[in-house]
Every structure is written in structure tokens, then in C-alpha cells.
């Protein structure tokens, strides 16, 4: 069944100049695919026509009408004074509608009730059931740890959030409502690791249909079943995650390129051919036909255009030196705001050479720590640099001291530099012709670190930190920046949410949790594997033992008997399983407790299924 049907849509926001040109796809039920393209190609705008948002000029747009839609990009208004539960909540209005007519209903039946009542109450009941009402404290708990929403926060007015938790909610209140369409743009900004990987195996196991609009790669590759990539206005469509896509580009980009170059090599030749016989028959008529007859047969060759390359950024961070064995070193480094502590004890040395990732969930204090190293925020401890280390550093939250001017100007004042020098280096990260006017205010969240990192790059230095330095990016700008990182010898600290970065670049890796920094020497993948060792050893055996199957020895009694027993194991197994759904309500605001029963559970769920079936083969004997 189709869910989406998009037939020659077209969509211009200046005459003449359009963003969608004859875009056409079809998404079938409970498909996984992800839109990708570079920023300002129609990804978002494709949306917003999908929900109706926005009109378009020409074209078939077909969303299946039985579908509940949903967009996690809008972040719709809610009444002055509510709280983020009750945003949460408004998933559930309707449930929550038929709640409190029931109980409207239970106190006016209180003395006694006619026979369309009970019936009226019987049909409230089953829409309560089926809206997901006796599951709804658990399932709301449940996606709040999981996206990282505590207890405190649920308190809170949700005109007090930062846009980054407002988006947040608004994802867990779009999980909650059961969406059967799930649009997502840019779902795992403003996600920590934790919360992305749990969002991940959320969606993975979504019965309903997704598009996906995002920049993490590894966020791709994790649940797209297949791509469109807009590319001028139109789609082009690979069968596979984002790594199946990106060696089916560079595979059809080559091919392309063979058979332009075969074409081209061959009309030459046919080109020199007709010009030698049209020379040859000035005086011989059947030459000349002859040199037309290929003229004509060379109009008809089906040309093949010449693939487009993307521009690149040709720039590498300028290198200082280093000599010397230790870049920086850190002794009873703690730092506390108020009675919050966000790390203490921390004692680390950095030698050249090295590239560190410092992990951790939203709001442990990375950024914190980056700026205490640096010398922005003051702490406790010591902290000591190399006599030759030179640093540069690339905030989270990029601030220009002049937003009014333009990026050239600013270049000339800030990097003291001549007009022609501040031109080739902005051209050299695609700032060029009337983009070097721009107002450096004006530009966009990755313009802003595009223009930071030109600044950037120009420097001597021989210690790079970044932090979250692939935000605001899109798929092309990270990898000009991760081959720019890539000639970088020196010392790199990091802090990203970009597991695909992460697994790229750190060999060491600081993981702030609980107030310290654990020293990692190894790479993602280990430091990963190291962490599920660590859980896989701290869990407790959590399921039953596997009941063996029991054939009767013979005869009628003993396949009595064996029926017996089993609906006595089967009558204990549900006892412990509604037992195990009285807990895991109970814990609905642990997350580790939470996760540990409902593991529990599936493990007793998985014994009942067993039994079950023994059950079945012993009635029939």
C-alpha cells in the first residue's frame, strides 16, 4: 500500500528559479527512507508541502488519508502556563477525553444505571483500552528516559526550554501519539549519544512509515532502507542505507564519466572523419554524402552529460611546531556550580600526536571542561600547557564581536590581512562572488562555522579543540572539514555527537559520567565494546530457565499429567508476568531499572511462549 505519492511536483519561491522541478517518488508502508541533499535543495520544503503547511505551483501530492501524520520539525504552540507534561499529555487527548467521561459517568451511576449507559460506558472503556490508556503512565515514562527528560524538567513550563528541549518534547510527544507517518527533520540535534542510539532502536522498531531528513551518517546507515537525493529539483534513488548510497554515487559517477569520455572520444574521431571527406569530396559528390551521413549520425549519438563535480574547500589548518613530549597536563581539576558538582579530581596528560574525543550525556559539562581548560571559566586543580603549544578553538555557540559586518570586512579587521588574501581564503570555503558581502549576522548556524573555521585554519597552531564541530553542517560541509582534520599532525580535542566523526578521528577517548573523567585508550569501537562487557557484567540473570520439552512416555494418563502440569507452570508464568507489569510501572522514573524488568519481562514472556506450544503438542498427543 502507498502511503506517499509525490508525481512532477514543482515548487518556486522566485519566478523562474525552481527549488522542486518535476519531483516524483512514491513510499510504500512501513518503508524507512531517508531525503538527502545539499543545504537549500527543497528537503525541508518537500515537508511542509507533505503536512499541507505549504502550497506548491504544479504537480500531485498523495499522503494516504487513514494515516495519522506527524512532523517532529514544527513545535506547535500550547496555552500560556503549560507545563512539559502537559505537552506530553496532549498526546493522549483524546484517551484522557473518554477518562474523564467515564469517571464523569461512574459517579452519576453511582446510585444505579439504565441499559444505555452501561452501554455507553462499555464503548468508553474499549476506546480507553484501545487508545493505549492503561499503558499511558508507562509508555510516557519510557520515552522521556529514553530522549533524556527528567523528572525535574517535566515540571517545567515549556516556554521556559531552550529550543534544543522544546524540540525534544516535541519528539517525545510525536513518538507518544502513535503516528502511523513519521516526517523527521534533523531528529538527533540537540540529542545526546544515549538518547540518539535509544531513538535509533525506537524507530527501527516503528510498524509505521518514516522519512527522514538528517545529516548523521551513522544515523542513516543505522535506519534508512533506502535514499532520494534531491539534485536540482528532481530525485534520484539508491536501494540501500547511506553507506549503499554513497558507493552507488561514486559508481554511477564513474560510469557516467566512462561513457562521456567513451561518447566524446568518439565523436572526435567521427568529427575529424567528416572534416578529412568533406575535404576529400569537393570534387567527389559521394564522399561529401558520405561526410554528411556521419555528420547526421553523430547529431543522433545520445549524448551523455558530464558528471558535476561538487566544489570543495581546498584549505588545511596552519601547523606551529611542537617540541616537546607533554602538550598539557591536569591535577585535581574540579569545577562546581553552587552544590552542583560537574566533575572534580580529574587528572590527565595529553603528548603529542594524540586525538582525543571527550564523550558524555547533555549537561555533564563538557563544554564546561573545554572552557576550564582554556582558561575561560575558572576552576580548581592545575592545569599546565607545553611551553611551545599554540591552541585554536572552535566554540559550540559561534559569537562574532560584530555581527554588522560583512565577511569581508570581517577578515580584514579580524586576521589583519590584504584584500586579495581575505577574498582566497573565503573563496577557498566556497564564500565567493557576492557572498563575501553577506552580513556575518545574517548567515545561517553553519555559515557562521564555516566562516569561523576559514578564521580558524589560517592560524599557527599545533593543539586543535573543537566542540561539536560538525552542528548546523550539512553531509558535504562535514567531510571538507574532516579532510581539512585529516592533514591536521597535531594535538586534537573534541567534543561531538557525531559518532561517525567520533569513529573516524578519536584514538582516545574521556568519558565524563558521574561527576569524572574515565580515561579510554582506545578507539570508538572498543571503547563501545569495553561499555557492553561492563553492562553485560553488571546485569543480573534476568530470565527463567528454558523449560525442556516433555514428551508423555506413553499412554493416555501420562499425556494428562503432562497437560496438567503445564497449565500449572503456564498459570505461574502469567502470575509472575502480571507481577513483572506491577514493577515496571513502579519504576517508570528509573530508566535503569526500567530497562532491566522490561528485559526481565521479555525473557518470561519468551518461557510462556515456549510453554504455550509444549502445551499445544501435548493436547495432541
Known sequence: ?????????????????????????????????????????????????????????????????????GLISQIPRFPAGYTVEDVLRSAYAEVLAAKRKMEAMEKAMSGGATEAE??????????????????????TDKVCNGLGITAEQRHQAFDSLSGGEKTRVNLARLLLEKTDILLLDEPTNHLDLRSVEWLEGYIKGFKGTVLTISHDRYFLDQVAQRVIEIVDGHGEFYSGNYSFYMDEKQARFDLQLKQYEQEQAKLKQLGYTVERMKGWGINNRTLYRRAMSIQHRMERIRKTERPKTE??????????????????????????????????????????????????????????????LLGEEDCAGKIQFGPTVKWGYLPQIIHFDHPERSLYDTMLYEKNCTPQTARDRLGAFLFQGEDVFKTVGNLSGGEQSRLRL???????????????????????????????????????LFVS???????????????????????????????????????????????????????????????????????????????????????????????????????????????LTELMEQWETALED
Not at 118 to 139: H, I, P, T, W
Request: hydrophobic share 40%; aromatic share 8%; with cysteine.
Open 454 to 492: 576559514c578564521m580558524l585554519m589560517d592560524e599557527k597552531i599545533n593543539l586543535l579543540i573543537l566542540d561539536e564541530p560538525t552542528n548546523h553542517l550539512d553531509i558535504a560541509s562535514r567531510e571538507w572539514v574532516e579532510a581539512a582534520i585529516e592533514e591536521f599532525e597535531g594535538v586534537l
Open 497 to 607: 555527537h557525531d559518532r561517525y566523526f567520533i569513529e573516524k578521528f578519536a584514538e582516545r577517548i574521556w568519558l565524563l559520567e558521574d561527576g569524572t573523567i574515565r580515561d579510554f585508550r582506545c578507539g570508538y569501537a572498543k571503547y563501545r565494546s569495553v561499555l557492553e562487557h561492563e553492562a553485560a557484567a553488571k546485569a543480573p540473570a534476568v530470565s527463567a530457565p528454558k523449560p525442556k520439552k516433555e514428551k508423555p512416555r506413553g499412554g493416555t494418563k501420562e499425556s494428562e499429567k503432562l497437560v496438567r502440569r503445564l497449565e500449572r507452570e503456564i498459570e505461574k508464568q502469567e502470575a509472575w508476568i502480571a507481577e513483572l507489569d506491577g514493577k515496571i510501572e513502579a519504576a517508570s522514573a528509573d530508566y535503569q531499572e526500567l530497562s532491566r524488568l522490561l528485559g526481565e519481562k521479555e525473557a518470561a514472556e519468551a518461557v
Open 118 to 139: 452501561l452501554k455507553e460506558y462499555d464503548a468508553l472503556v474499549n476506546r480507553f483500552q484501545s487508545g493505549g490508556g492503561y499503558e499511558m503512565d508507562v509508555e
Open 1 to 69: 500500500m502507498v502511503d506517499i505519492q509525490v508525481k512532477n511536483l514543482t515548487k518556486f519561491f522566485v519566478i523562474g528559479e525552481n527549488l522542486l522541478q518535476g519531483l516524483s517518488f512514491e513510499v510504500q508502508e512501513g518503508e524507512r527512507v531517508a531525503i538527502l541533499g545539499r543545504n537549500g535543495c527543497g528537503k525541508t520544503t518537500l515537508f511542509k508541502i507533505l503536512t499541507g503547511e505549504m502550497d506548491y505551483d504544479d504537480g500531485e501530492v498523495y499522503v494516504n488519508p487513514n494515516k495519522r501524520l
Open 311 to 372: 566544489k570543495t574547500m581546498k584549505a588545511t589548518f596552519g601547523e606551529k611546531e611542537f617540541s616537546g613530549d607533554v602538550v598539557f597536563k591536569m591535577k585535581n581539576v574540579a569545577k562546581s556550580f553552587g552544590d552542583r558538582t560537574l566533575f572534580s579530581d580529574v587528572t590527565l596528560s595529553v603528548e603529542g600526536g594524540e586525538r582525543i574525543a571527550l564523550l558524555g550525556d547533555n549537561g555533564t559539562g563538557k563544554s564546561t571542561f573545554l572552557k576550564c
